[in-house]
């Protein structure tokens, strides 16, 4: 499978970006996409996550409230919505999907990457 992310750019703390996410995928096989993002000097981490089955998601603490991961109906595009953005939410964020069965929120089990888009939220 193959991810393209896009729609990164620099924004005002408060303000709010749309970060989108082409999928690429084999037919029949099942995904459950993340939105990943590492800031500098600092790990990675899942900031957001959907189950291919169902609609229920998973977000990272920090911005429970502010992100929203959502995905059309053909399942090949996936956004990451983020408003209220902090100089803190600034890094590169990366779609990434995996194809087991462990809960979305297992980060190291993404095995498809996508390139980053840079978000850099000034203050």
Known sequence: ????ASGGGLVQAGGSLRLSCAVSRRAF????LGWFRQAPGKERELVAAL???????????????RATISRNSAKDTVWLQMNSLK???TAVYYCAAKTDSSPIYTMTNYEYWGQGTLVTVSS
């Open 51 to 65: 189950p291919w089955r169902g609609d229920r998601p998973w977000y990272l603490a920090s911005v429970r409230g």
């Open 29 to 32: 096989i099942a995904y459950d």
């Open 1 to 4: 499978v193959q991810l393209q």
């Open 87 to 89: 100089p803190e939410d």
